[in-house]
């Protein structure tokens, strides 16, 4: 994996990569545009040189590239305009190398559609040098190439699913949509819902099978509700009076689980009565990841799903702040608590991999 240095990670901190197109550095040739098609700023044409400083200055290295890259060497401010163009064609091609490899990443987990959306913003966003853009033009063929496999392997598993109901092989349906399933989810996840779809009918018929084979036969009409309702037998008088069998005493570490669930539950209801929502809820998620069935936790959770979407998007909004001010160290307390909140939040998990790898690059550097 290769790493960038400290100027790259800006540029998807502040979420303005590009925000300008290429332009001449000479007045005499035509006005230059932006990548939406506007011309530069009265401003920005009257300093060049302090609007690249300024945009270098925020993170947008390519902005400040497309300002300066035209400069020639009988220009008076030449030197402190290479200095810039360096700076800003360093930094513009370190964050295209990360792209690169981020994108290997996805493709290596077989992730083509999230793969096939970061390589097309970077085809049409970053200025490529002619070495990169081979490298790219290399994974959208890789890309290709994936997501006409997973479709050969797609159709074969809907064959081998038809042939299998048609046979009344329901377990085996069920194992052919899953994996279909899988597959779709990181190519078309349109077409995922579909096999979805299928895959819970199928899985209906599997429990109603169940149910009959234990003799819970569904009563006429049932089929009519959202589940078969099942006849419930009536207990003979012996039954009714027979005192149930004491059940075995659970083994030490279920008792020691219990007990650690039954604080934690303790402790979230006591953060929630204190409006202390942020422990509330991890406090709760503890709790769902030592009992994943406990209904307790579930309610509270869904209960609490507002609050842990506005806590989400505030420490996000903090971290932002920090990029802004250059400081990323300062946003990695709340990239941490986003963690958190939300395991799976993708931007909260680069800026905590960009912090690593500027502490990894610092720590290289000779003093």
Known sequence: MRTTWAGGFWCWGLGCLVLAGCGAFTAAQPPPKADNGEEFTAAEEADRLVS??????????????????NVVPQD?????????????????????????????TLIGKEQ?????????????AFPLAADL?????ERRRQIIEG????????????REATEQLLRRDLAGA??????????????????AYARERALETVLLRIEQQAAEARGEGAEKGAYKTHRPMVKKKKPTPAQAVKAPEPAPPPPAGDVAKEQRVAELLKDAAKFQKEKNYFQAIVTYLEVR??????????VALEALEPKRQALIKENLAKANEHFLKQDLAGAV???????????????AREGLEMYENLARIRGNQPR
């Open 52 to 69: 690249a400083e300024r945009a270098l200055a925020v993170g947008n290295s390519i902005r400040a590239l497309k300002l300066v890259e």
């Open 76 to 104: 008076p401010q030449y030197d402190r305009a290479s200095d810039i163009l360096d700076r800003a064609r360093y930094e513009v091609e370190s964050v295209t190398v990360e792209w690169i490899d981020r994108i290997d």
């Open 112 to 124: 083509y559609r999230a793969a096939d959306e970061r390589l097309s913003y970077l085809l049409k």
């Open 133 to 137: 853009k081979a490298e790219a033009e």
């Open 147 to 158: 997501m006409a496999k997973s479709d050969e392997q797609v159709a074969k598993l809907d």
């Open 174 to 191: 069920a194992t052919s949509l899953k994996q279909a399933v899988e597959i779709l989810r990181n190519v078309d996840p349109t077409r």
């Open 289 to 298: 990841r030592q009992d994943v069935k406990n209904d307790s936790a579930k």
């Open 333 to 347: 307390p709340y990239y941490k608590k986003v963690r958190e909140l939300d395991p799976a939040n993708e931007q």
